[in-house]
């Protein structure tokens, strides 16, 4: 924004191809040299805090055990001496704590999925995606469905990788509200099914008579972010 006001949208638009062209840069040297498989958003997973909370209070190295276990009911009971400070409490046995930290361990080390040639041109195609859509907009449906159509055939991916499929996935319903393919088309349809909803189905027409009347408010801020 400070760019447009300085430049105008000349300076606006190369500040915006200078960076996606960076971006692009570094993603494709990751995907071809470092052999990174398919990149999630965000690429680092944020660190979960609570789940890094010692397991064991410090200091408590008396050997006395930190459960205890029912002899009727064989129910599973943390000791006295092993809770922990209510900062870092948690309310499952602390066995429990420790498998679910060390599947998840498990799947963030787990290697990144070998890509063959055709999934390697398509990964490639999806990240350079915002380079295409600044010289050819119209493109921008083609280079996220192509991609995904390729990838979605791969099998044996790991959590991490099926979870950021399902997410471009869900992504390809925001291309409907994005201009100029909502001005030109979903416009008409969304607002047609909206009022169809709204006359026909009891009580809908609370809610989307709302949402009729804020939608195009909604559009344009969101495609001004977007762009």
């Known amino acids: 924004m400070g760019t447009a006001r300085v430049w105008g949208e ?3 638009w190369t500040i915006i191809v200078l960076i996606q062209l960076a971006k692009a840069i ?25 789940q890094q909370q010692p397991l064991h209070p410090q200091g408590n190295s008396s050997g006395k055990d930190q459960t205890y276990v029912g002899r009727r009911s064989s ?11 209510l900062q870092s409490r948690h309310w499952g046995s602390p066995q429990q704590r420790e498998e679910t930290q060390s599947r998840r361990s498990e799947e963030m080390n787990q290697p990144p999925t070998p890509l063959g040639l055709q999934e390697t041109i398509a990964e490639s195609v999806y990240i350079t995606r915002p380079l295409l ?11 996220c469905c192509t991609p ?24 390809l319903l925001y291309y409907l509200l994005r201009s100029p393919f909502y001005d ?7 607002l047609f099914l909206l009022r169809l909803l709204a006359d026909y189905v009891p009580g809908l027409g609370f809610v989307t008579r709302p949402l009729m009347d804020y ?3 909604w559009q344009k801020i969101y495609f001004y972010n977007w762009g």
């Open 215 to 217: 939608l195009p408010a």
């Open 26 to 50: 570094l993603r494709l040297l990751l995907l071809l040299w470092y052999k990174a498989g398919i990149q999630t958003s965000p690429p680092i997973v944020p660190l979960n805090r609570e």
């Open 184 to 190: 030109r088309y979903s416009e008409g349809r969304i």
């Open 133 to 143: 859509h600044c010289i050819l907009p119209w493109l921008r449906e083609g280079t």
């Open 148 to 171: 995904l159509s390729l990838l979605s055939d791969l099998k044996d991916l790991n959590r991490r990788e099926r979870a950021e499929l399902r997410r471009r996935t869900i992504l």
């Open 75 to 85: 129910r599973v009971v943390r000791s006295l001496q092993s809770t922990p400070s």
């Open 10 to 12: 000349m300076g606006r």
